[in-house]
């Protein structure tokens, strides 16, 4: 559902760019909570720097969106301060502050065509800032691939995709310092989404300002993003490099960034209940309750008849195959644990080196190995522990 307005009395103060300025936005204690005395946000602190991209993941409902909102001023903080280069924003009007913020509901006015409305994102710059303000808009319209024969349409007669990118544009074409986009691309196909991620990553460098990024699309984050942040439950649990939260991440959710089925999780008991090699052993935590893994990072072995299930580099579990699914080259493999008091599914994702070979059929019978590399050990709340070194 999209929301057509009829176009105010633009009231908004003018915003020179900041150029090879630097400032920082910072994010202290921000917390809001709700009458019920039920927290939306707590205790979120952020900086981020001019020139930088910040990615915010996690779970829908788990405070992302009113995040953005207290910064922006829609809302006030019950709690803490925004500051935008040094300088307390957190009680600035709505209409002074330098930001400009691409909501999932992005608002077109509906009595405008798509070029008027993209021009409303110069209404507030002084007459001599302006003359360039047409060709600036018809060039980010091409950029961002909406043809010319939409130009004069009105939003109704738009798509879904259209529409927010014809909303993208005018986000990206108003003055600011700090850039804030909710789901930007929700909307648009897989294929364009790399080339207008890219675009928007070369205008935050260009134009030094500081942009934050929320999306369920975590390709987006890893390709945009210079730091992340995973949200749940209204806090932030992990924050750094996507790197950092790719190769240490602290809990099962976190660990399962990247991942296209999501971490695979089973009580070390069930491993255990053959002999596992000593080495293994002693590097296990004190409290460890279930080892987790990526399902691309294990082997499926067919057919196996052996009754060592693990050997010095891996563990294995007997599993028999539910269900198969080839997407191009990707095989997804649904595997089933029989021998458990309760039935336990697991998936197993591997890349056949030729797209029309399945080598394997629903009802085979065979070994999963877990390479000890590639574990992560979890306790009993799905926080990852640390191995213990050897001496």
Not at 29 to 52: A, D, P
Not at 79 to 91: A, F, K, P
């Amino acid at each position: 559902m999209h929301l057509w307005l009829i176009q105010p009395d633009l009231d908004i103060e003018e915003v020179d760019l900041p150029g090879e300025n630097k400032f920082m936005l910072q994010l202290i204690n921000i917390t809001y909570t709700l009458h019920s005395n039920r927290s939306i946000i707590k205790n979120i602190n952020i900086e981020l720097h001019s020139g930088q991209v910040l990615g915010i993941l996690g779970p829908s409902g788990v405070g992302k969106s009113t995040l953005f909102r207290a910064i922006a001023g829609l809302i006030k903080p019950t709690e803490g301060s925004v500051l935008l280069d040094s300088i307390d924003i957190t009680e600035m009007p709505v209409s002074e502050r330098p930001i400009s913020y691409l909501q999932q509901r992005f608002p077109l006015y509906g009595n405008l065509s798509v070029i008027k409305n993209v021009l409303v994102a110069f209404e507030s710059m002084a007459h001599h800032k302006k003359s360039n303000a047409d060709k600036k808009a018809r060039q980010m319209l091409i950029d961002l691939n909406i043809t010319e024969e939409l130009w004069s349409r009105k939003p109704q007669n738009l798509s879904g995709g259209e529409a927010q990118r014809v909303a993208l544009a005018k986000c990206l074409l108003k003055p600011c310092q700090v850039l804030m986009l909710d789901e930007p691309f929700s909307n648009i196909d897989k294929n364009a989404k790399r080339n207008l991620n890219q675009l928007v990553r070369d205008l935050v460098r260009k134009q030094n300002i500081a942009a934050l990024y929320v999306s369920h699309d975590e390709s987006d984050l890893l390709f945009m993003a210079d730091q992340l942040i995973y949200m749940d439950d209204g806090r932030i649990v992990q924050s750094g490099r996507p790197k950092d939260l790719l190769t240490s991440p602290i809990s099962s959710k976190v660990a399962a960034i990247g991942s296209k089925i999501g971490l695979q999780t089973l009580s070390w008991d069930v491993f255990n209940s053959c002999d596992v090699p000593q080495r293994m052993v002693d590097q296990l935590p004190a409290n460890c309750e279930k080892i987790g893994w990526r399902p691309d990072s294990t082997d499926f072995l067919l057919n196996n008849d052996n009754e060592m299930l693990h050997t010095d580099i891996a563990l294995g579990v007997k599993v028999r195959i539910e269900h198969l699914t080839k997407i191009g080259r990707e095989i997804y493999y649904n595997l089933s644990i029989d021998t458990l008091s309760e039935p336990k599914r697991l998936w197993h994702l591997e890349y056949s080196k030729n797209k029309n070979d399945i080598s394997c059929q629903i009802g085979q019978s065979g070994v999963l190995l877990v390479r000890f590399e590639d574990m992560l050990f979890l306790d009993e709340k799905d926080n990852i522990l640390p191995r213990k070194e050897i001496k």
